[in-house]
Structure formats: structure tokens, C-alpha cells
């Protein structure tokens, strides 16, 4: 079972990102999947997340409105667009999958997660 996250980076406040995370080694379209942050000396953090059949999604109060969670199982990959990114965004974001997952479920805590990437690094200055 691998995740495995890209698309981070060091850009300006305003600016948009686009996260990707393949998840290899489990029934995707089973999934449940979401993506959590933890910035410097902070705890981890839901961000958001999108169920199994893609009809519901989940958000975070901080990113409402400007951050997006996707999902397309062809690819076995999970999307997170972020736009008007602050520096308080800044921090190491991760995938994770919960399998066989009910259709609409969406958890917003991290111990309904069972698989997790290794992070990428999202840094936005002022």
C-alpha cells in the first residue's frame, strides 16, 4: 500500500497550488480519502476530504470556499486545489485513505484513516 503526494512548493500569498496523491495497493474506488496538514511545532489537521462515491466532501472552517478536494479513480489519484493560499496554509500536507469505505462517508478525523503518505512541503510568504 503506497501514497504517495506531490505538487507542493514554495509560493506567494494569493497564489494556487494543486496537490496530487496516487494511492496504489487497495480497491481506490473503494476509498474514502482526505488530506490533513501539520505546520511548524503544530498538530496535524483535517483539511478536507471526499467519500468513496465523490458525492460528498468535507472541509476544514480555515479553508472553506478557497480549497477543493477531487477525486478520479481512473487515475487512483486524489486532488487537492488550493487557491488565495495564506501563510497560515503553510505546512506538511498528506494524503490518506481509509478502503471500503461507505459510499457517502467523509471523516474528518485522523484515526478514520488507516493509510497515509509520506507528506509534501506547501511554504507561502507574505
Known amino acids: 500500500v503506497q501514497l504517495q503526494a506531490s505538487g507542493g512548493g514554495s509560493v506567494q500569498a494569493g497564489d494556487s497550488l494543486r496537490l496530487s496523491c496516487v494511492y496504489s495497493g487497495r480497491t481506490f474506488s473503494r476509498a474514502m480519502l482526505g488530506w490533513f496538514r501539520q505546520a511548524p511545532g503544530k498538530e496535524r489537521e483535517f483539511v478536507g476530504g471526499i467519500s468513496r462515491n465523490g458525492a460528498r466532501t468535507l472541509y476544514a472552517e480555515s479553508v472553506k470556499g478557497r480549497f477543493t478536494v477531487s477525486r478520479d479513480d481512473a487515475k487512483n489519484t486524489v486532488y487537492l486545489q488550493m487557491n488565495n493560499l495564506k501563510p497560515e496554509d503553510t505546512g506538511l500536507y498528506y494524503c490518506?485513505?481509509?478502503?471500503?469505505?461507505?459510499?457517502?462517508?467523509?471523516?474528518?478525523?485522523?484515526?478514520?484513516?488507516?493509510?497515509w503518505g509520506q507528506g509534501t512541503l506547501v511554504t507561502v510568504s507574505s
Open positions: 490518506a485513505g481509509q478502503p471500503n469505505s461507505f459510499d457517502t462517508v467523509v471523516g474528518g478525523r485522523a484515526r478514520g484513516y488507516t493509510d
